[in-house]
Structure formats: C-alpha cells, structure tokens
C-alpha cells in the first residue's frame, strides 16, 4: 500500500489567502485524522472521522477551519481566511478502528507557511 | 481519558540501552498502551503495543508492571538514528488518539 498521500507538501500563502490541505487514506482503513504540530503546542488532534462523518471536531481551532471526507478514499482540511499563526505541518492520518488499540498511520505532512 | 507523564528530554550515548518511562495512573481496564516515534519533518509511527507484562519486537520492548499504572518503553544500544521524539499513548479503540508531549531523546556519539 502506497500509505496516507498528503498534498501538497509544501506551500507557502499570504494571510487571507483559503488554504486546501488533501488527503488520501489508507484504503480500508475506516478512521481519518488530521492533527496539527507546532513547536509550541506540540501534535494537536484537530478532528477525526469515523466511516466518513465526523466525530469529534473539538480541536478545531476556530470557524476558519473547516474539514470535509466526501467518501472513503478523500478528505479536505480548508483554512479560510489564513493567518499566520496557522503556520505549522499538518498531518493526515488513518487507521482501522475494529482492532484493539488501533494503530494510526501517518502521512509525510503538509507544510503551511502564512506571510 | 487516562493522562499519560513522560520525561521532556532525555540524551543518552551511542550503544547504551535507553529506558523512557511513561506514566498512566488512571488507566482503564479496557485501555491499551502505545508507542510511537517521530523522526525530525516526517509524522508520528507506531513502534510497539501491550497491555500487561512485556512485549518485545525488533525495534523496542515495552514493559508494564501488573498495576499498569506505568510502562517503559526499552530501545537496546541505541545508535544517533534513534534520535527522535517518542510519545506513549493509552487508550482503547475508540479513544486512542490524543498525543502528549512525548519525550525528546538525543543520542550523542
């Protein structure tokens, strides 16, 4: 399996711009996260989907943060408008939920840069 | 959900064994404990699971006393590649997700 793709990798905005960070599953695996890590607040997890709805999105930081999974094998995080304080790498992620302790996989990171 | 304490930081020398010990007090029943490491730019990968007594795979063995109210992840001659954060998480099926602060481990030659 190819693992959870991320795109893009890389990408620089300017603040007000809408950001799409995409995300591609592992397939078959029925959980999909995305987190957020900084230097100051560490790996945050911002919201989770289970079968494609969302569970718990406590960790979104504000209503400028919004996250879609329209089926099994995508989800879209959007931040708009951007600010700069939203620089940080965020991460998709995924697992299957029916194993105990299930493990979660992580893909390589979207790096967000806000000027 | 049961809170986990790691050490912030740790270094350690090339070749010496490196114990990181997690603790979870109010852990449940049903809960499992996890860990996972992070390298420097890449996300977060599992390197070992349990639930009681040890576990050993060929990266790490895990070590969880009968109370369970702590674990120690062991990581055997260590090289500067195992330089990296490692996170203990706790939790069943459905909750196992949040990560705390994970301990920096430096390996120095």
């Known amino acids: 399996d190819a693992g959870v793709i991320q795109s893009p990798r890389h990408e620089v905005t300017e603040m007000g711009q809408e950001v799409t960070l995409r995300c591609k599953p592992i397939?078959?695996?029925?959980?999909l996260f995305w987190y957020r890590q900084t230097m100051m607040r560490g790996l945050e997890l911002l919201i989770y989907?289970?079968?494609?709805?969302?569970i718990d999105d406590s960790g979104m930081p504000e209503d400028r943060f919004s996250a879609k999974m329209p089926n099994a094998s995508f989800s879209t995080l959007k931040i708009q408008p951007s600010e700069p304080r939203d620089s940080a790498v965020y991460f998709c992620?995924?697992?299957w939920g029916q194993g105990v302790g299930n493990t979660i996989y992580f893909g390589e990171g979207s790096w967000l840069t806000v000027v | 959900l049961a809170k986990t304490t790691q050490p912030i930081s740790m270094d350690s020398y090339e070749g010496q064994e490196v114990n990181i010990t997690c603790s979870h007090n109010?852990?449940?029943?049903?809960?499992?404990i996890t860990w996972y490491q992070q390298f420097p730019s890449q996300g977060p990968r599992f390197i070992i699971q349990g639930y009681k007594t040890k576990v050993t795979n060929e990266v790490a063995s895990l070590f969880i006393p009968a109370d369970r109210k702590s674990s120690t992840l062991s990581l055997p001659r260590v090289s500067l590649s195992d330089t990296a954060v490692y996170y203990c998480?706790?939790?069943?099926?459905?909750?196992?997700?949040?990560f705390g602060t994970g301990t920096s481990l430096t390996v120095i030659p």
């Open positions: 989907f289970n079968n494609n709805v969302p």
């Open positions: 992620a995924s697992s």
């Open positions: 397939s078959g695996h029925d959980y």
């Open positions: 109010n852990i449940a029943t049903n809960d499992y």
């Open positions: 998480l706790v939790g069943d099926t459905g909750n196992q997700f949040y």
